[in-house]
């Protein structure tokens, strides 16, 4: 199974699920996606992959979020998928995608929906 990490080092929640997913064994493809951001074809894949709405992978705080008008309601999974590619800052991180799943996991917990073997022993 691959494992692929949407990764921002200075997040510290970014940081704990990175520290999960290897304390089980997994060394996933770690993406630092303010360094190399995600083209929209590989958006399209994590998109697909998601099960939440598209709409969950949009980061707020600190990003152009209102100025770009993504808390229009009616924006389409293809306009909220061209915002992150163009504005990376908008992924809401981390992002963790297996070969059937994807999920934003925050808080870091959500990493055991969609990777049960990240669980520690004593949680």
Known sequence: MTVT???NRACGTSR???ALIRAAGIEPVVVEY??????R???DVLASRLVVPVRDLLR???TPYAELGLDNPALSDGQILDA???HPILLNRPVVMT???ARPCRPKEILFEILPQARPASA
């Open 60 to 62: 707020e705080r600190g």
């Open 41 to 43: 074809a590989e958006l």
């Open 34 to 39: 303010l360094r190399t951001p995600p083209k």
């Open 16 to 18: 704990n699920v990175l």
């Open 84 to 86: 992150i590619a163009t």
């Open 99 to 101: 070969d059937t799943q």
């Open 5 to 7: 990490l949407y990764h």
